[in-house]
């Protein structure tokens, strides 16, 4: 039972357009997310994350959008650069629980072409 | 943000055998976890290690297959025992402070099991 699904794999987009990454999730009891991106040999970077109280979160050129009813996100890149190249994972949290367990997506690999 | 890194990078090991991976955290750190990221999958996590205590296991993780050791707030180490091919996969450690926003990811450890 997948809780965070990331249904594309792969996603390409040319330098200076928008990138836009969805995930979707089915637990209700999830009140945090975030999105992680990881190069190839290296452990995921956190990129950045939102509360289920809010519906935006901006950080220079990169957005997150939640969906609370949908129970939906995305994460926009605006404009996309080559070194934006990576695979993004979302995740999900409930911070009622008892530790900090992240739950992942499979990931998507975006690839900004020049 | 703190700097993980874990021993070995990679591994090719013989089915039948253990290997034990090191993760070294250059700070103190609250919480300490070990993932699993098989080919093609997304992470998930194994367990969270509790300093002085015995580590606390996911759904479909046991001690005897995955023993885990904190003996410090910056150490940990994560044993995989009498390894099969199935376990072939990356292993990552992470941390957290205070703060579920802010876990951060070792390099990994690629392991290939024969």
């Known amino acids: 039972d997948q809780q965070v699904k990331q249904n594309s794999p792969s996603l390409s987009v040319q330098e200076g357009r928008i990138s836009i990454l969805n995930c979707d999730y089915t637990n209700s009891m999830f009140d945090y997310f975030l999105w992680y991106k990881k190069y190839p040999a290296e452990g995921p970077t956190f990129l950045i994350s939102i509360s289920s109280i809010k519906d935006k979160n901006e950080d220079g050129r990169f957005t997150v959008f939640l969906n609370k009813s949908a129970k939906h996100l995305s994460l926009h890149i605006v404009p996309s650069q080559p070194g934006d190249s990576a695979v993004y994972f979302c995740?999900?949290?409930?911070?009622?629980?008892?530790?900090?367990?992240?739950?992942f997506g499979k990931g998507t690999l975006l690839t900004v072409n020049p | 943000s703190a700097v993980i890194s874990q021993k070995p990078s990679r591994d090719i090991c013989q089915r039948g055998t253990s290997l034990t991976i090191q993760c070294q955290v250059d700070?103190?750190?609250?919480?300490m976890f070990w993932y699993r990221q098989q080919p093609g999958q997304s992470l998930t996590l194994i367990a969270t290690?509790?300093?002085?205590?015995?580590?606390?296991?996911e759904s479909g993780f046991v001690i005897d297959k995955f023993p885990i050791s904190r003996p410090n707030l910056t150490f940990s180490t994560l044993t995989v025992s009498n390894m099969s091919p199935e376990d072939s996969s990356i292993y990552l450690c992470s941390v957290a402070q205070s703060s579920y926003n802010e876990q951060f990811f070792g390099p990994g450890t690629r392991l290939t099991v024969l």
């Open positions: 700070s103190q750190v609250t919480m």
């Open positions: 290690a509790n300093q002085g205590s015995e580590a606390t296991y």
């Open positions: 995740a999900a949290i409930y911070s009622g629980g008892s530790n900090y367990k992240l739950t």
